[in-house]
């Protein structure tokens, strides 16, 4: 990780702060990346980059305070003032903004942040593109002075002036949809959109039902070791309780930093990041949530 500086703290909107931060040597990344922020030693969370990629040296990231807290959004709320400085990781895409003649942008309150540099590279390329932007309520809404540039492809549609958002109508608009937001509405993008032509980023793990889990055997290629994992535990966790080392991030399968290859062996698929056909496929997995079906499990650490 390294040091940046906080060169602005500004709100955005009712219990939404950006950070602007700057520093040295910062690499440069894509529209859809996020970064890890240490809140404090040893615990990061996950925010997504929404200023301009073109600005090098300097990135943007938006915090929603949440209630209930983790710890994340409060102390970076509370405790981080504009002139100190944070740690951060390398930014990741989990979200990467495809080439299309045509996109649906569909954001919920804080979920507009990825999508605020997908639109600008989207503006400028000259596609056809629409954002519809849900939220509560029009306070709660991060960002609308830099969105009212866009004129009428950006609809506001906060709920208690609208409603909730018509995705219905949204999804039979065609193009890409990309979505981020809260998990009923991406579960409900998911009833409606065909899979090809949706693109999701959870910020929660998925809602998901699992059976009980058991426990199986690791063998870790590249050291030639083979792991007991219990039922009480990841496979990350067994790994690195075995001296094997996996870079690893949120443990809830939503960053995507343990993304591990799987050389034999079923998977079950726990995780929020990869798509259903990356599941079915079965040639990689997030150690820090999924486990195996077979007995067995063989990986390239």
């Given at each position: 990780m390294r040091r940046v500086q906080v060169t602005a703290k500004t709100r955005e909107a009712e219990d939404v702060v950006s950070f602007?931060?700057?520093g040295d040597g910062l690499?440069?990344?894509?529209?859809?990346?996020h970064v890890d922020v240490e809140v404090r030693p040893?615990?990061?969370?996950?925010?997504?980059?929404?200023?301009?990629?073109a600005e090098r040296g300097c990135w943007r990231i938006a915090v929603l305070r949440e209630d209930p807290s983790r710890g994340g959004s409060r102390y970076l709320h509370e405790e981080v003032p504009a002139g100190s400085s944070l740690r951060v990781g390398e930014p990741r895409n989990n979200f990467a903004l495809e080439p299309a003649p045509a996109y649906a942008f569909v954001a919920g309150g804080i979920g507009i942040t990825p999508l605020l540099p997908m639109i600008r590279a989207v503006?400028?390329?000259?596609a056809e593109w629409t954002l519809h932007y849900g939220a509560r309520t029009r306070a709660r809404m991060a960002f609308l002075d830099e969105l009212a540039a866009y004129g009428d492809r950006v609809r506001v549609l906060p709920e208690d002036e609208h409603g909730l958002l018509p995705l219905a109508d949204i999804v039979a608009g065609g193009g890409l949809v990309y979505c981020c937001g809260p998990e009923p509405l991406l579960a409900a993008a998911e009833r409606l959109c065909p899979a090809d032509r949706l693109r999701l980023e959870r910020?929660?793990?998925?809602?998901?039902e699992f059976g009980p889990a058991g426990a199986f055997e690791v063998f870790a290629s590249l050291s030639g070791q083979t792991v007991e994992v219990a039922a009480t535990e990841s496979v990350l966790d067994a790994l690195d309780l075995a001296g094997v080392g996996v870079p690893s991030s949120c443990r809830e399968g939503t960053c995507g930093t343990c993304e591990t290859t799987v050389l034999d062996g079923e998977v079950e698929h726990r995780d929020s990041v990869l798509?259903?056909?990356?599941?079915?496929?079965?040639?990689?997995?997030m150690i820090c949530v999924s486990r195996a079906r077979s007995a067995r499990l063989v990986l390239d650490v």
């Open positions: 602007a931060l700057s690499p440069p990344w894509t529209p859809g990346a040893g615990v990061n969370r996950q925010y997504s980059l929404c200023g301009d990629p503006a400028a390329s000259g910020f929660r793990p998925r809602e998901e798509s259903e056909e990356e599941r079915t496929s079965g040639k990689t997995m």
